[in-house]
């Protein structure tokens, strides 16, 4: 029963932290794709995630800033992949800066982001 109430809490959270960048993606997907089926981005299509290293990020984002501390998670969901990139700063308000899509499958969306933290 703890285990459960921990998962519970755990989706909670991710919702409450990307909730709204996720309904952003799905909505931007269905304004470039109309005619494709909607990709489901919600914590209950919500397969596995955790944090990754990004090998190639010059390639994508340019010279990045000495002692930027970058923070790297990747969400599967039934029907798509997302890419978060975003700097770990102190404070907890957050800005998308920078949105990127890497390319669209016929079910799977990669997309790289970058928030920063004010």
Known sequence: MEAVAEH???MQKIYEEY???FDEL???FRDLYPHKKAVELSVGELQMYG???WCNICDSLGKIKKGLDLENIIFVFKSAVVF???E???????KVTRLKTVCFEDKCIVVFINISLL
Do not use: F, P, Q, Y
Not at 88 to 94: G, L, S
């Open 8 to 10: 519970i809490n755990e």
């Open 19 to 21: 909730g709204a960048v």
């Open 26 to 28: 799905s909505r931007m």
């Open 51 to 53: 944090t990754v290293e």
């Open 84 to 86: 978060l990139c975003r």
């Open 88 to 94: 770990k700063v102190k404070k907890k308000k957050t």
